[in-house]
């Protein structure tokens, strides 16, 4: 039967749904459908950014791209990021995943995309399909303070809430203050449940009545994942006081962040934490896009990925 590649059509995804959730999710023992994790990618509005190789009205293959727009020193970048790259099991080896990426790259190059970015550990698959690997990102890892909860109240001058039902403009007002690269985000970007967090919240470091500085951390069990750390890194109290809240809430904690930024820095010279590189991200200039040597230096937020 012949392969067919095409975009997704909004009634597709109740189909592919089960066959992504099986694969990355349910499959692997975690919990919160692909759909409910990434809501502005998994939607009938980004439809058309997934790709799919049928036989018939069988899905073979599929994957997901998302258009980002990414801002850098005062530049904007057209950005498509991939993931939940999919073979149906019994067709894998046949080179129907290879083909489907493909084609989606060069309808991505069509529609003006600047870049392309993706997350693996399959860097030999992707680097024959054109995809150059270059990572700055860094995993730390801590314990908590000693009987460390999610009960334990959080500092006066701290508060926390759930990222879905916080004030994401306030958030959008720091980001843009003090940090000199990062995602533009929608509003519905921010309902985001990263893989391998149940839930993620957002701790507010209050000054008055508005939040100075602010940490997005992902649950898991009594696992604090850190995805962000943002204020003003050379006024201490903000991330010592982020940090300390952190630690009281969590037995264990992991960080994700780039080498050398303003929280990762502060971080570094705390007791008791050890880092590693995390080397997965793989880009690919396209439409009239940055050189390479340029985007090695990038780094795309773990909150903002698909």
């Not at 991939?82 to 046949?94: E, L």
């Not at 993706?118 to 698959?125: C, D, E, I, M, Y």
């Not at 690997?133 to 009987?147: I, P």
């Not at 997005?216 to 995805?227: M, N, P, Q, S």
Request: glycine share 8%.
């Amino acid at each position: 039967m012949t392969l067919q590649l095409r975009v997704a059509a909004p009634a597709d995804l109740e189909r592919l749904r089960p066959l992504l959730d099986n694969e990355f999710i349910f499959g692997k023992g975690r919990k919160v459908s692909l759909a409910n994790r990434f809501p502005s990618a998994f939607c009938a509005a980004n439809a058309a950014n997934i790709f799919l190789a049928m036989e018939g009205v069988q899905i073979v293959s599929a994957c997901m791209a998302k258009r980002f727009e990414w801002l850098i020193q005062g530049k904007a970048w057209r950005g498509a990021m991939i993931g939940a790259v999919y073979t149906d099991p019994q067709r894998r080896g046949q080179g129907h995943g290879g083909k489907l990426l493909q084609w989606g790259t060069q309808q991505l190059r069509e529609a003006d995309v600047q870049f392309g970015v993706l997350w693996t550990t399959q860097h030999a698959f992707y680097a024959r399909l054109g995809w150059t690997a270059a990572d700055t990102g860094v995993l730390g890892s801590s314990q908590g303070e000693e009987g460390a909860s999610a009960a334990c109240p959080p500092p006066e001058s701290i508060r926390s809430m759930p990222l879905a039902l916080s004030d994401e403009r306030k958030i959008d007002m720091l980001r843009q203050r003090w940090l000199d690269a990062f995602v533009r985000r929608e509003p519905l970007d921010y309902h985001q449940v990263p893989v391998p967090a149940e839930d993620v919240d957002v701790l507010l470091w209050m000054q008055g009545r508005d939040p100075a500085a602010y940490a997005l951390v992902g649950r898991k069990g009594d696992t604090g994942i850190v995805y962000e750390m943002v204020g003003d890194a050379d006024g201490q109290d903000a991330f010592a006081a982020l940090w300390s809240a952190i630690r009281a809430r969590y037995r264990n904690i992991v960080i994700n962040d780039r080498a050398g930024s303003p929280a990762q820095a502060w971080l570094a010279r705390q007791p008791g934490l050890t880092w590693e590189n995390k080397a997965l991200a793989m880009w690919r200039p396209l439409a009239h896009g940055p050189e390479m040597a340029e985007m090695a230096q990038w780094h795309i937020p773990y909150f903002d990925r698909i």
